[in-house]
Protein backbone atom coordinates (compact mmCIF):
# COMPACT_ATOMS: atom_id res chain seq x y z
CA UNK A 1 0.00 0.00 0.00
CA UNK A 2 1.13 3.47 -1.08
CA UNK A 3 2.01 5.85 1.91
CA UNK A 4 0.09 8.81 1.58
CA UNK A 5 1.94 12.40 0.55
CA UNK A 6 1.68 13.86 3.95
CA UNK A 7 3.28 10.41 5.78
CA UNK A 8 5.70 10.33 3.08
CA UNK A 9 7.29 14.32 4.24
CA UNK A 10 7.15 13.01 7.50
CA UNK A 11 9.05 10.29 7.05
CA UNK A 12 11.81 12.24 5.18
CA UNK A 13 12.21 15.14 7.21
CA UNK A 14 14.98 14.24 9.85
CA UNK A 15 14.22 14.80 13.57
CA UNK A 16 16.75 16.18 15.98
CA UNK A 17 17.10 14.87 19.22
CA UNK A 18 17.08 17.17 22.09
CA UNK A 19 20.45 17.76 23.37
CA UNK A 20 19.17 17.13 26.82
CA UNK A 21 18.22 13.86 26.47
CA UNK A 22 20.28 12.60 23.17
CA UNK A 23 22.51 10.81 25.37
CA UNK A 24 20.08 8.25 26.84
CA UNK A 25 19.82 6.33 23.49
CA UNK A 26 22.78 4.33 21.90
CA UNK A 27 24.01 5.31 18.27
CA UNK A 28 21.41 2.71 16.70
CA UNK A 29 18.40 4.03 18.51
CA UNK A 30 19.50 7.46 18.11
CA UNK A 31 19.82 6.57 13.78
CA UNK A 32 15.91 5.50 14.57
CA UNK A 33 14.99 8.40 16.14
CA UNK A 34 16.66 10.62 13.92
CA UNK A 35 15.05 8.74 10.73
CA UNK A 36 11.67 7.98 12.27
CA UNK A 37 11.42 10.29 14.51
CA UNK A 38 8.93 13.37 12.70
CA UNK A 39 6.84 10.39 10.93
CA UNK A 40 6.31 9.40 14.65
CA UNK A 41 5.72 12.61 16.09
CA UNK A 42 3.15 13.13 13.08
CA UNK A 43 1.40 9.96 14.00
CA UNK A 44 1.25 10.78 17.64
CA UNK A 45 0.13 14.21 17.23
CA UNK A 46 -2.69 13.22 14.72
CA UNK A 47 -1.01 15.26 11.86
CA UNK A 48 -1.36 12.24 9.66
CA UNK A 49 -3.57 9.31 9.86
CA UNK A 50 -2.36 6.01 10.87
CA UNK A 51 -3.47 3.39 7.56
CA UNK A 52 -1.73 0.23 8.87
CA UNK A 53 -2.62 -1.87 11.97
CA UNK A 54 0.88 -1.41 13.17
CA UNK A 55 0.40 2.90 12.83
CA UNK A 56 -3.28 2.75 14.41
CA UNK A 57 -1.31 0.15 17.36
CA UNK A 58 0.97 2.62 17.75
CA UNK A 59 -1.26 5.44 17.96
CA UNK A 60 -3.51 3.63 20.22
CA UNK A 61 -0.06 3.18 22.24
CA UNK A 62 0.91 6.92 22.53
CA UNK A 63 -2.71 7.13 24.15
CA UNK A 64 -2.23 4.63 26.57
CA UNK A 65 -5.19 2.40 25.50
CA UNK A 66 -2.33 -0.59 24.88
CA UNK A 67 1.48 -1.67 25.86
CA UNK A 68 3.98 -1.24 23.40
CA UNK A 69 4.28 -3.91 21.04
CA UNK A 70 7.45 -2.54 19.11
CA UNK A 71 10.56 -1.54 18.68
CA UNK A 72 10.24 1.94 17.73
CA UNK A 73 7.02 1.74 19.89
CA UNK A 74 9.25 1.09 23.10
CA UNK A 75 11.69 3.75 21.46
CA UNK A 76 9.29 6.31 21.02
CA UNK A 77 7.86 5.92 24.93
CA UNK A 78 11.20 5.61 26.17
CA UNK A 79 11.85 9.49 24.14
CA UNK A 80 8.18 10.73 25.45
CA UNK A 81 9.30 9.91 29.22
CA UNK A 82 12.88 11.86 29.31
CA UNK A 83 11.20 14.84 27.29
CA UNK A 84 8.57 14.85 29.94
CA UNK A 85 11.20 14.39 32.58
CA UNK A 86 13.29 17.71 31.06
CA UNK A 87 10.38 19.54 30.96
CA UNK A 88 8.44 18.87 33.55
CA UNK A 89 10.93 21.37 36.15
CA UNK A 90 11.15 24.23 33.31
CA UNK A 91 7.53 24.12 33.27
CA UNK A 92 7.05 24.13 37.01
CA UNK A 93 9.22 26.45 36.93
CA UNK A 94 7.08 29.28 34.41
CA UNK A 95 3.88 28.31 36.32
CA UNK A 96 5.44 29.81 39.49
CA UNK A 97 7.04 32.83 37.43
CA UNK A 98 3.65 33.36 36.39
CA UNK A 99 1.74 33.20 40.06
CA UNK A 100 4.41 35.40 41.10
CA UNK A 101 4.19 38.01 38.60
CA UNK A 102 0.63 37.93 38.76
CA UNK A 103 1.04 38.38 42.56
CA UNK A 104 3.72 41.58 42.15
CA UNK A 105 1.00 43.19 39.95
CA UNK A 106 -1.66 43.13 42.53
CA UNK A 107 0.80 44.28 44.95
CA UNK A 108 1.60 47.19 42.91
CA UNK A 109 -1.66 48.25 42.11
CA UNK A 110 -2.78 48.25 46.02
CA UNK A 111 0.62 50.07 46.71
CA UNK A 112 0.13 52.74 43.85
CA UNK A 113 -3.68 53.35 44.08
CA UNK A 114 -3.51 54.26 47.84
CA UNK A 115 -4.56 51.58 49.70
CA UNK A 116 -0.53 51.51 50.87
CA UNK A 117 -0.35 49.20 53.71
CA UNK A 118 3.21 48.70 55.05
CA UNK A 119 2.23 44.57 54.72
CA UNK A 120 1.72 45.05 50.96
CA UNK A 121 4.68 46.91 51.08
CA UNK A 122 6.94 44.30 52.67
CA UNK A 123 4.98 41.37 50.70
CA UNK A 124 5.71 43.19 47.23
CA UNK A 125 9.76 43.54 48.10
CA UNK A 126 9.64 39.98 49.36
CA UNK A 127 8.11 38.59 46.08
CA UNK A 128 9.46 41.41 43.31
CA UNK A 129 12.85 39.60 45.16
CA UNK A 130 11.91 36.32 44.59
CA UNK A 131 10.69 36.72 41.24
CA UNK A 132 13.94 37.95 40.41
CA UNK A 133 15.61 34.59 41.92
CA UNK A 134 12.97 32.40 39.88
CA UNK A 135 13.83 34.32 36.81
CA UNK A 136 17.66 33.89 37.42
CA UNK A 137 19.16 36.90 37.57
Request: aromatic letters at 12%.
Amino acid sequence: MPQPASQCYYLKCPFRLDGRISHQFDEREAGLMVKYGSWLLALSMGWVRPITEAQKHFVACCRGEVDSASELERLWCRYINWVREVEAPREAAAERIAELEFRVAQLRDICENGEYEYEASEELAYLEEELWNERGF
